[in-house]
């Protein structure tokens, strides 16, 4: 038996918690610092490496990294030089999500399909480029912004509202201070996420997130307001996507970037070819909570063999071939200001086939609190989507604080 250490504290987290609580070799599950729904959770913030390893060692742990901060800070690399088993990409392979710069290149050395793009780290330069590109076109940060460093600009009036934020505002600090501009893509989108130990992959089953605040897809980008799994794709999509990736875990490992970990594509299907938008070097949220709520498999014999090396070995996993919908309950104001410590009612429902993953909650004696934007992701299953869907909002229906917004679209196109 083997305890685990899961770092982070979102729906990503729970989820993988409570897939990995339905495995018969592990014996306790920590979360470093964890939610208002998660436990046993300890006192350690993502980012204070020295101190996760420090528990890792007096409590033997096996861990795993949810979201992509300390992945960037280099956890892995100093897990592994005192000889902890975690499971992650190095800090250089982190490097396809934390530089959209890096990633870019390396999409275009390796012939992996992606938006034509040009890199700028000054104002004078990017602003001369915008005004003669013709729009739409598509403004990136650089460095890592929770999903919300990329401007869609429809008109040079976006593009220069952009560039301001960007270069002259600097509202992204240092992530801000190169930037990638890009052809603007238009498709079908696509969550398509693998697990790899550095030369074989598995994929997961297809999902996809809503990314923008409001129905229809309208409003401002967010760390994602639900999202569903499976995604309709047929076999050649599906080919397409599964040699593209491992074509990416070939050119990591061939260049001494072996990637470990889950490997998430943001992809745009245009004319049956799949582009590349963006990698993430984790999970997705709250991509990971619909697919957790489908997989049959052990997860942890997933893990641990990427980590060891034997993915080519391990079957490929059992799915539900039900539908999975999960609706994201967040704060009004998300993602820009909103109130917390607002008291939860209804989210100790037990529910026989449905799922309610915390992220922005706190548990204050017994009481359930908001305590961030995105507070809660409720996951219903069914037949079809539309049923996964009508499911996931009855749950969420029942579940109340001051401030509650969520999306009303979720499932339904
Ligand atoms: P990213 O963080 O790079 O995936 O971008 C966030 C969202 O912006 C994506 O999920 C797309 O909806 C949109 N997006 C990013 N790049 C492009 C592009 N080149 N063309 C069209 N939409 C894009
Ligand atoms: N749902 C998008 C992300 O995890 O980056």
Redo the contacts with the bound molecule.
């Keep these: 038996m083997v305890n685990v250490l899961i770092v982070g504290s979102g729906g990503r987290e729970h989820a993988l918690g409570w897939k990995l609580s339905q495995s018969t070799k592990i014996d306790k599950i920590y979360f470093a610092p964890g939610n208002g729904g998660t436990h046993v959770n300890i006192d350690i913030n993502i980012d204070d490496i020295d101190q996760l390893i420090k528990f890792a060692i007096t409590n033997n742990c096996f861990t795993i990294v949810g979201p992509e901060i300390p992945l960037k800070l280099g956890i892995v690399d100093k897990f592994k030089k005192k000889n902890l088993k975690i499971f992650g990409p190095t800090q250089t392979a982190a490097k396809l999500e934390s530089s959209?710069i890096w990633s870019k290149n390396f999409m275009q050395k390796y012939n992996i399909p992606t938006?034509k793009f040009e890199i700028f780290d000054n104002y004078n330069s990017a602003l001369k480029y915008t005004q003669s590109a013709s729009h739409?076109i598509?403004i990136?940060a650089d460095g890592l912004a929770s999903?919300k460093?990329?401007f869609?600009c429809n008109t040079l009036t976006d593009s220069l509202s952009a560039l301001d934020n960007l270069f002259l505002k600097q509202k992204f600090g240092d992530a801000g201070t190169k930037i990638v501009i890009?052809?603007?893509?238009?498709g079908r989108?696509l969550s398509y996420i693998v697990l790899s130990d550095g030369t074989s992959i598995i994929p997961m089953e297809t999902s996809k997130?809503y990314?923008r605040i409001y129905d229809c897809?309208r409003g401002a980008?967010t760390g994602g307001m639900g999202s569903y799994s499976p995604v309709e794709i047929n076999v050649d999509i599906q080919n397409k996507l599964q040699k593209m990736m491992q074509n990416v875990i070939y050119y990591m490992n061939k260049t001494n970037t072996p990637f470990v970990g889950f490997l998430y594509a943001?992809i745009?299907l245009q004319n049956n070819t799949p582009?590349v938008?963006?990698f993430n070097v984790r999970m997705g949220d709250p991509e990971c909570q619909s697919i957790m709520a489908r997989m049959k498999s052990d997860l942890y014999d997933y893990l641990i063999a990427c980590v060891d090396g034997q993915l080519s070995n391990t079957p490929t996993p059992k799915w539900d071939q039900k539908h999975a919908v999960c609706v994201v309950l967040a704060s009004d104001g998300y993602p820009n200001n909103y109130a917390k410590n607002e008291v939860i009612y209804g989210c100790n429902l037990i529910l026989d086939n449905n799922m309610i993953f915390h992220a922005g909650t706190k548990k204050i004696s017994d009481q359930i609190m908001t305590n961030g934007g995105r507070v809660l992701g409720v996951v219903g299953l069914g037949n079809d989507r539309k049923l996964a869907a009508i499911q996931a909002y009855e749950i969420s229906n029942q579940i109340k604080w001051k401030s509650k917004y969520s999306r009303t679209d979720i499932g339904r196109y």
């Design positions: 959209k938006a739409p598509v990136k999903g460093g990329v869609i890009e052809e603007y893509l238009q989108e997130d990314k897809d980008n943001g745009i582009y938008l963006e």
